[in-house]
């Protein structure tokens, strides 16, 4: 790692993740792993999380033993924000209103609340002048043309009025304003663009579909796939995503000058393919229902979105990813634990 960090033992710590790492969204599913993976590699951190869908059981053990600093409150609110800023040497900004299903039942909640959450962290890292590391989504480069998506491509190609383009909408801003202010010199800061991102933890209520074919599968017999299952995905485990994260947050003076990073797997799987490897490890049926079906007439869906990953590789090398058997195999573990004891969430 050369001049941008120290070795302590089998573990390099980057500048930024010498003092405090603020992680924002840490209870969610993507934010749990990755606060994990930084205190594995030595770093301090702090959550902040408004508990709105993430989960503190999660981090429950780290926050005992006093690896995490848990603040429950909302970037959105002033206060809140600049608590959760103090003395931290970097920001990475996972706190989002997230999932197709929830942003198609308030799109405009998703947009509004979206932009003023990265808005008002950039302000912070700004102020304090920390490095941000931002979570857009591979949504921003709309439905596509069916060949692996690159950083450069053009967004929103092909996107139509479909309410869920407003998610992307809010991300494509967040990492317009991190890029304008990062190429002013006014801060150090990337926005990574995450595809399909799996993993045991994640819960089928916001519409992820690995977790929701597992469910399907467990609890039902039969799996749902939504449009005829010719549409092409990748899918990362969380723990490969989280390793990329903080492979960048170490390497913050090389590349953090408002560049954006495609982060997932390249391996391109149809939709169908995928609930045939539940199917094939359960016995369930697999059966189709038009889109429209479940997310009304105007709903949008991307035919192929599979990322061009040169960039990413580039800045931190290439890891052998977790197999998607493996993450299948996982994602079903979960399932039935979760159908033989659910958790019931208290009403808010
Ligand atoms: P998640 O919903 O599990 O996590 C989001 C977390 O943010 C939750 O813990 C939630 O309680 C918290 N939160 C929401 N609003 C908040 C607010 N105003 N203040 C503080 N906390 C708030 O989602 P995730 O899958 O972990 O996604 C993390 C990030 O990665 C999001 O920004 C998401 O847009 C992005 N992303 C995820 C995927 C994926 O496949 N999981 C794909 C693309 C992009």
């Not at 016995?283 to 869906?301: K, L, M, N």
């Not at 061009?308 to 979960?334: F, H, K, S």
């Amino acid at each position: 790692m050369g001049d941008l960090g120290e070795e302590r033992g089998a573990t390099v710590v980057g500048a930024a993740m010498e003092g405090t790492v603020l992680v924002t969204g840490g209870a969610g599913f993507v934010g749990a792993t990755l606060v994990r993976e930084l205190v594995r590699r030595g770093a301090r951190v702090r959550v902040l999380d408004d508990l709105s869908c993430g989960r503190l059981e999660r981090i429950a053990p780290e926050v005992r033993s006093g690896a995490i600093e848990f603040l429950r409150g909302s970037v959105l609110d002033r206060g809140d924000l600049a608590s959760a800023v103090r003395d931290v040497s970097a920001i990475v900004h996972l706190a989002a209103i997230v999932g197709v299903e929830r942003v198609v039942r308030d799109p405009e909640r998703a947009l509004l609340e979206n932009v003023a959450g990265v808005r008002a962290v950039l302000g912070e890292a700004l102020r304090i002048g920390a490095p941000l590391v931002f979570a857009s989504s591979s949504e921003v480069y709309g439905p596509g043309d069916g060949r692996a998506m690159r950083e450069d491509d053009e967004p929103l190609r092909g996107a139509g009025d479909s309410s869920r383009w407003s998610y992307a909408v809010a991300k494509l801003a967040g990492e317009r304003m991190i890029a304008a202010a990062a190429r002013s010199g006014a801060v150090r800061g990337i926005s990574l663009r995450f595809f399909n991102t799996t993993g045991p933890e994640q819960t089928p209520d916001s519409g992820m579909v690995l977790p929701r074919f597992c469910a399907d599968a467990v609890e039902r017999g039969t799996i749902t796939v939504h449009g005829d299952g010719s549409q092409v995905r990748s899918f990362s485990h969380v723990a490969d995503v989280a390793a990329a994260v903080a492979d960048l947050l170490q390497r913050v003076d090389a590349t953090f000058d408002g560049r954006v990073f495609n982060v997932g797997s390249g391996r391109a799987v149809s939709v169908l393919e995928l609930a045939h490897l539940v199917a094939a490890r359960t016995g369930a049926s697999v059966r189709t229902v038009p889109h429209a079906d479940a997310f009304g007439p105007d709903f949008e869906d991307v035919r192929h979105r599979v990322p061009d990953l040169a960039a990413l590789r580039d800045a931190i090398g290439q890891r052998r990813p977790v197999p998607l058997e493996l993450v299948v195999d996982e994602a079903l573990v979960a399932a039935r634990q979760r159908a033989s004891s659910p958790i019931v969430l208290a009403a808010p």
